[in-house]
């Protein structure tokens, strides 16, 4: 077990604090180099990297702090304060005068910068790319905020090396001492595609990384194990559950396989079976006494500070000079996924107003996210996703009042309070196809009871992409996708490579007008149940088409459930405590997902250009082949079935849609399907010049040497007509 005191080794003396005060007190800045190779972008010129660690501390009296669950329960030093250490990395132009004077806040995923998902590069990852961010000036600040991505920063030893942004928080303890206990669930696995097997598992929680919490005890008959079918995706349990007897099974050490104890680290904490062996094709469920919560909310109020820090301040408490100090005039922040929730649950929980009442974020995008974060709980698991028993949907994850009648709740939204406070920021919130179907998006469109569509305030703009997969494909003009064996998938359909980077492109660009300038941003383009564009995932209301080869999606959607988590769980926050695990399913809410036409493409939202000069039908959807959920939506990962290229295929697969070759009729026709999509993004501002002309001229090359080199060269009267289309604009 770390000592959260001994990692603020003498903090508390380096730092000359007043008692009123609670904020970044001291930074150390680790390394500081040129960034890039010193090459310079544009008229900025070169950038510089700094990584350090923010020292920080809140009071836990504070009314901007008493949300953080268990703070008060925390370890507080002479001041009465509760101490954090986060790492952060700043990348700055060298000569500020020639930056944009913003700030983008990248909110790291589960512990990884997201700042290179913008760039075009042919490298995955590439940290420079065409330079999106840097040719226009930004400022780039990521840090930690979630308690349980390892490895923790500590006070005695530097994070130059080190990629990962972390945090470390305190433990809470009761007022006595003594360990705070508390019920814990694991489900094993959590997605797939196999259970399992032998006689050991170690106790990974997938997505949501190491186990985090200790067991209070190591006595099998304080906790329950059993096994059986995976539940349906609305929970029901299929076939038998078993339920294993605490003589029959053990804690133990991963690495020797002796039975587990207090000095076991939690990264090698197995259970292992004293008889037989675990089925493979069962979902196990553990639920065991955890201690020693962490107070994961105060990774919210770090993120606060840090940025306040790095904008309005000057220099630390022990005369470290901000190196930023007057160059940042707004700042902007932006979460991916499980960050995007997290993106949501700052701003709601009022965390974009700092100590002295000032906004901390003017614009904000939350991309692909549908929920909030669930960190701010006793025992939370804030890397997790929206599977089952996970806590995300309870609170009102809309921007506009509405009640709740169905979960008794009063009208609430995410805004109340930075309304409150006069410190709401800009907000887009971008999400695709997947995140209708997976990540449970509809809630915040049309609430609890999918009557009517809520309205947005004016401070919030919305943008769905269609047909795509969690967060976008790789893009090309290829008719072919990596098959399901290729990509090492468990999904049925092949990969989706419909994009959303060049339309987060365009539309950064326009968060960051609106943001700095109070440019009017383009119009929201998502799905209504007004205009019939957003039904329910049944069949019939579902107008889905029959194609060889595509598995009937009704009824696949991954619907919210109302769980019963206990009284001392706070519902409209995702805070306080859970008293009962696994807690019971009180109810399924209704999903709405977004319709399509007879070829199974959608007509709502922010198209991409490959969507809108489409090779085939992208789903935001997929089948999971194999394994214990096999039959269940395939998670993140939407699907792909390329169109026939000539007639004569398609009437030989009996595929109802038109081939590529009657959809365009020749290779200029193609084209020009791509230039007419492109203009008409342009013009809506939902693409950027730049990335058109890169888009047009990819689709040529696709047709002299790519995959569409099988159409005619000759014109053809459907082409003809296609580029007098696009000639027209």
Not at 325 to 330: T, W
Request: proline share 8%; hydrophobic share 40%; with cysteine.
């Amino acid at each position: 077990m770390r000592n959260f005191k001994g990692l603020l080794l003498g903090a508390a003396a380096l730092v000359a604090a007043s008692t009123a005060e609670a904020k970044v007190t001291k930074i150390v800045i680790d390394s500081r180099a040129p960034a890039f190779n010193n090459q310079a972008f544009g008229a900025v010129g070169a950038y510089e990297m700094l990584r350090g660690r923010a020292f920080g501390e809140v009071d836990p009296a504070d009314k901007h702090n008493t949300i953080i669950q268990d703070i008060g329960l925390a370890p507080k030093n002479a001041r009465g304060h509760v101490e954090y250490i986060s790492t952060f990395t700043l990348i700055k132009p060298l000569n500020a005068a020639k930056g944009n004077g913003v700030l983008f806040y990248d909110l790291a995923n589960r512990g990884r910068s997201l700042r290179t998902n913008l760039n075009v590069s042919e490298r995955e990852g590439d940290d420079v790319g065409d330079g999106f961010f840097y040719n226009r000036g930004y400022t780039m600040l990521s840090s930690g905020w979630q308690g349980d991505v390892v490895p923790m920063p500590a006070a005695d030893k530097s994070v130059a090396g080190s990629q990962v942004e972390s945090v470390t928080v305190p433990k809470a303890k009761n007022p006595d001492g003594s360990p705070i206990v508390g019920p814990f669930l694991m489900r094993i696995p959590t997605l797939g595609p196999d259970g399992p097997s032998g006689d050991m598992t170690k106790l990974d929680q997938g997505r949501a990384g190491a186990l985090a919490y200790p067991p209070a005890t190591f006595d099998t008959s304080k906790a329950t194990l059993t096994g059986g079918p995976a539940e349906t995706i609305r929970g029901v349990q299929n076939g038998a559950k078993v339920s294993i007897p605490g003589s029959d099974w053990m804690w133990a050490n991963c690495e020797n396989k002796r039975a587990a104890d207090a000095s076991t680290p939690l990264a090698n904490l197995c259970i292992k079976l004293n008889k037989g062996t675990f089925n493979p094709k069962w979902v196990y469920t553990l639920v065991f006494p955890a201690m020693d919560p962490m107070v994961m909310g105060l990774g919210l109020a770090a993120t606060r500070d840090i940025i306040s820090f790095f904008r309005y301040g000057q220099k630390d408490a022990a005369g470290t000079a901000n190196p930023v100090a007057g160059a940042i005039k707004n700042v902007i922040g932006q979460g991916v996924s499980q960050s995007g929730n997290t993106a949501k649950t700052f701003i709601a929980l009022g965390f974009n107003e700092d100590e002295a009442g000032k906004i901390v974020w003017d614009g904000a995008n939350a991309h692909i996210a549908g929920r909030f974060a669930p960190i701010n709980y006793r025992f939370a698991v804030p890397g997790g996703s929206a599977t089952m028993y996970a806590p995300g949907s309870e609170a009102p994850v809309w921007w506009s009042p509405l009640a709740d009648p169905i979960r008794h709740q009063p009208a609430l939204s995410m805004l109340d309070r930075c309304t409150a406070s006069n410190t709401c920021p800009k907000i887009f919130e971008t999400f695709g196809g997947i995140e209708m179907w997976n990540q449970r998006t509809s809630l915040g469109m049309v609430g609890p009871e999918a009557r009517r569509d809520i309205p947005l305030p004016a401070n919030v703009r919305r943008y769905y992409f269609p047909g795509t997969s969690h967060g976008g494909g790789e893009g090309g003009f290829r008719i072919g996708a990596a098959t399901p064996k290729e990509s090492n998938s468990t999904c049925t359909l092949p990969l989706n490579p419909n994009p959303e980077r060049e339309s987060m492109r365009a539309l950064m660009v326009a968060l960051t007008a609106w943001t700095v300038s109070n440019a009017e941003p383009p119009q929201s383009k998502y799905p209504t149940l007004a205009d019939g564009t957003l039904t329910a995932p049944t069949e019939g209301a579902f107008k889905f088409p029959t194609i060889p080869g595509v598995p009937k999606p009704f009824d696949l959607v991954n619907p919210v459930l109302v769980y019963d988590f206990g009284p001392h769980f706070v519902a409209k926050d995702v805070s306080g405590y859970i008293d009962y695990q696994p807690p019971q399913i009180r109810q399924v809410l209704p999903a709405r997902i977004p319709q399509v036409d007879a070829e199974g493409i959608e007509h709502s939202g922010v198209a991409s250009v490959l969507y809108s000069a489409p090779l085939g039908t992208y789903l935001g959807w997929n089948v999971t082949r194999a394994g214990v959920f096999a039959g269940q939506i395939c998670s993140l990962v939407g699907g792909y079935m390329p169109f026939a290229k000539t007639q004569a295929e398609r009437t030989k697969a009996n595929d109802p849609r038109l081939s590529i070759e009657e959809r365009y009729g020749d290779r200029q026709g193609y084209v020009c399907a791509v230039q007419k999509a492109v203009k008409q993004s342009i013009k809506g501002r939902y693409l950027l010049e730049g990335d058109g002309k890169r888009l047009v001229d990819e689709a040529t090359a696709a047709t002299t040497s790519g995959d569409l080199t099988f159409l005619p060269t000759a014109s053809t009267a459907k082409g003809k007509a296609l580029c007098t289309e696009a000639a027209a604009g």
